[in-house]
């Protein structure tokens, strides 16, 4: 991965979707997603919106770790 101002492309990305879920989870990111129906899953369409934003959080760090172990398995390795 190149590096950019001494940060990897990888840590990079996960930070700019940490921030975007923040902004999809506060005030007035919220906004289109502040009303109770439709339901998903049983669950207010409002904390539906919610989980979604954990889960893409959950699956960025994922993402994000698995690409830091191959690499630091790589380093050692050769």
Do not use: K, N
């Not at 950019?4 to 930070?15: E, I, N, V």
């Not at 979707?17 to 506060?26: E, N």
């Not at 009303?35 to 899953?41: G, K, N, S």
């Amino acid at each position: 991965m190149q590096r950019f101002g001494g940060a990897p492309l990888r840590h990079r990305l996960f930070l700019a979707a940490v921030l975007l879920v923040l902004v999809a989870t506060v005030w007035p990111g919220y906004l289109p997603a502040a009303r109770i129906e439709p339901f998903i899953f049983s669950l207010p369409f409002g904390l539906a919106w919610l989980v979604f934003c954990i889960a893409c959080v959950f699956a960025a760090l994922w993402a994000t770790y698995s690409a830091d172990m191959r690499q630091s398995r790589g380093r050692d390795a050769g």
